[in-house]
C-alpha cells in the first residue's frame, strides 16, 4: 500500500449506480477487485475451454 | 479457562455405557457456555430448551433400550447460516432478522442429531459469510480463546473458537474461500473442507453458490471423522451434491502414511508467509517418507479468478437487499458488494471457464503426488482491529489477504483438512493437508498420522 497515491474514485458512471455515501468506501474496494480482474483478464485461455454449468471437480 | 478434556467419542462412549446421561452432558456445556460466551462471543443464539429436551429424549431411548447413535449426547453449534426449526437464519446479517423463523432443521442438522448428537445453539460469523476475521459490526468480534485480543478468524468464527474453547466438542461451518481453513488454524483445531458437492448445503444461507461448502470442526481427528461420516450422503435439494455413496472415514484413521508421496505446494503459497507458517508445513512435511516441492502453475491466477466470482456473485445475490437498505448491511461487507455489481460480466465468464482450467493442474499434480500440504494462513491470529499485516515485503489490508492461501484451492473443489501446528509460538497456526477430489479419506488419514505423532493437535489453555 502506497500512502502518496491518490484516493480511488468511482467514474461518474459508477457513481450514478452507488449512493454518495459510499462512494469513497466501494472505490477502495473496486480499486482492489479491479487489480484482481486484471488478472483474469490477462490468462490466455482456449477458446474452446467452457465452464460447467454445476461445477464437477 | 480451562478446556475440559472430553472430546465427543469420549462423550458418546460414556453414554452409551450409560456412564453418565446426554442430560448431564448437555448440561454441562450449557453451563460453559454461560460461563466462558460474554467474553468470547461465539454464540448468537443458545437453545437451552430445546437442547435440554433432546437430552433427555436421548436418555429416554437409551433406557428403552435403543442405539443411540455414534455421536450419542454430543453437544455441538452451528454457524448461523443453518437452518434451525424455529430459530431466524442470520448469516451474520442484520437484514435478516426480522425475517420468519426457519420451519425446519437442514439436512446436515438433521443427520448430527440422527447419529445421536444435540444441538446447543447457533454460532456468530462475519456477515453473509464474507470475511476471513470473525468482526461482525452487528453482533461483534469473535474473540480467540487463545489470546482474547486476537480474532478468531471468519467467516465461521464462533463455530471454531467454541469448539477451541471446549464449550461444544463439536460444530458446523461454511467454507467458501477459506471459511473453515481459517479460524482452524487461527483457533489451533481441526477443520474439515469436504470435495465440493460432497455435503448438502440444502437448509443453509447462500454466500456464493458455485464456492460453498459446508464441513465440521473438532478438536481431534476422530471426532472430525465421526462427524463426517455422520454428515455424509446424498440430498436432492442441493443441485451440485453428487450422487455418491457415503464413504466412511473413521476406520482409515490407522493407516498410517507409508507409501504416500507428499507435495509441499511452492511458490504462490510460500510467497509472503510467515517464519511460523513455514516452520508449521516443514514440521508435516518431515513427517513423509517421500516429500517434494511443488508448484500449483497459476495459483496466483486463480486466486485472482476466486476473488472475482466471489464478489460479483455475492453482490447478484444480495443485489436488491443493496439497493433497498444499504444502510443495514456491514460497512465492510456492503463496500464489497457494491464493488461486485460495478465488475464487468466477462471478467466472471472468463474466471469461471480459468476454474476449469486450473482444475486440470491439480488433477495433473497429483498424478505425482498423493497429498498436498500448504499454509491454511499466512499468518497467526490478528489483533482485533488489525487492518494491515505484512506478507513478505509488503504491508497488505487484512481482510482480504487472509486467505490467499486457502482460495486458490477451494476454487476447485478440493478436499482439505486444516490440522492445527504450534510453531515456536503461543499461538497455533493451520497447515493444509489437500487431497484429491473425493479423497476425504485420505487426508484424513494423514492428519490423524500427524496427530499421533505429537505433529499438530489441539491444546488446552493455561
Not at chain 2, 88 to 109: C, E, F, N, Q, Y
Request: hydrophobic fraction near 45%.
Amino acid at each position: 500500500m502506497n500512502p502518496d497515491a491518490p484516493a480511488p474514485a468511482l467514474t461518474p458512471a459508477e457513481a450514478e449506480a452507488v449512493p454518495p455515501a459510499y462512494h469513497a468506501g466501494v472505490a477502495v474496494q473496486l480499486a482492489a477487485l479491479r487489480e484482481q480482474a486484471r488478472l483474469v483478464e490477462a490468462f490466455p485461455l482456449p477458446d474452446e475451454l467452457e465452464p460447467a454449468a454445476v461445477f464437477v471437480p | 479457562m480451562t478446556v475440559p478434556a472430553e472430546l465427543a467419542h469420549q462423550i458418546a462412549a460414556r453414554i452409551r455405557a450409560r456412564e453418565t446421561s446426554a442430560a448431564e452432558v448437555v448440561l454441562a456445556a450449557l453451563e460453559r457456555i454461560a460461563r466462558h460466551d460474554g467474553e468470547l462471543n461465539c454464540f448468537t443464539a443458545v437453545l437451552r430448551e430445546r437442547a435440554l429436551a433432546d437430552a433427555e429424549s436421548l436418555d429416554r431411548r437409551i433406557a428403552a433400550g435403543e442405539e443411540p447413535g455414534p455421536l450419542a449426547g454430543v453437544p455441538f453449534g452451528v454457524k448461523d447460516l443453518f437452518d434451525v426449526a424455529g430459530v431466524v437464519t442470520l448469516a451474520g446479517s442484520k437484514i435478516l432478522a426480522g425475517g420468519h423463523p426457519a420451519r425446519r432443521d437442514a439436512p446436515l442438522v438433521q443427520r448430527l442429531r440422527a447419529a445421536g448428537a444435540v444441538l446447543v445453539g447457533c454460532q456468530n460469523m462475519d456477515e453473509f459469510a464474507y470475511g476471513f476475521t470473525g468482526e461482525n459490526a452487528h453482533y461483534g468480534a469473535t474473540r480467540n480463546p487463545h489470546d482474547l485480543a486476537r480474532v478468531a478468524g471468519g467467516s465461521s468464527s464462533g463455530s471454531a473458537a467454541a469448539v477451541a474453547a471446549g464449550l461444544t466438542p463439536l460444530s458446523l461451518g461454511s467454507d467458501t474461500n477459506g471459511s473453515i481453513r481459517v479460524p482452524a488454524s487461527f483457533c489451533g483445531i481441526f477443520g474439515l473442507k469436504p470435495t465440493f458437492g460432497r455435503l448438502p448445503r440444502t437448509g443453509s444461507f447462500p454466500f456464493v453458490h458455485e464456492l460453498d461448502h459446508l464441513g465440521p470442526f473438532a478438536r481431534c481427528t476422530a471426532d472430525l471423522a465421526l462427524a463426517y461420516d455422520a454428515l455424509q450422503g446424498h440430498d436432492a435439494g442441493d443441485a451440485a451434491c453428487a450422487m455418491r455413496p457415503a464413504e466412511p472415514s473413521a476406520g482409515a484413521l490407522g493407516q498410517g502414511i507409508a507409501g504416500l508421496r507428499a507435495g509441499v505446494l511452492d511458490e504462490w503459497f510460500a510467497e509472503g508467509a510467515s517464519a511460523q507458517a513455514l516452520e508449521a508445513v516443514e514440521r508435516v512435511a518431515r513427517a513423509f517418507d517421500s516429500a517434494q516441492r511443488v508448484v500449483l502453475d497459476e495459483a496466483r491466477s486463480a486466486r485472482a479468478a476466486a476473488f472475482c466470482i466471489t464478489c460479483a456473485s455475492g453482490a447478484e445475490l444480495h443485489l436488491d437487499r443493496l439497493r433497498a437498505r444499504p444502510q443495514d448491511f456491514d460497512p465492510a461487507t456492503r463496500d464489497r458488494f457494491y464493488a461486485g455489481t460495478l465488475l464487468p460480466a466477462t471478467v466472471v465468464g472468463k474466471a469461471q471457464r480459468l476454474r476449469r482450467w486450473f482444475a486440470g493442474q491439480a488433477r495433473a499434480l497429483f498424478e505425482r503426488v498423493d497429498i498436498l500440504l500448504a499454509p491454511a494462513t499466512p499468518v497467526v491470529a490478528p489483533l482485533i482491529g488489525q487492518k494491515t499485516l505484512r506478507l513478505g515485503d509488503a504491508e497488505v489490508p487484512v481482510r482480504p489477504n487472509i486467505g490467499i492461501y486457502t482460495q486458490p484451492i477451494s476454487f476447485i473443489g478440493l478436499p482439505v483438512v486444516a490440522v492445527p501446528v504450534w510453531a515456536g509460538a503461543n499461538l497455533p497456526i493451520g497447515v493444509q493437508v489437500i487431497a484429491p477430489p473425493w479423497h476425504e479419506r485420505r487426508a484424513l488419514q494423514v492428519a490423524a498420522h500427524l496427530e499421533r505423532e505429537g505433529i499438530v493437535g489441539a491444546r488446552g489453555f493455561p
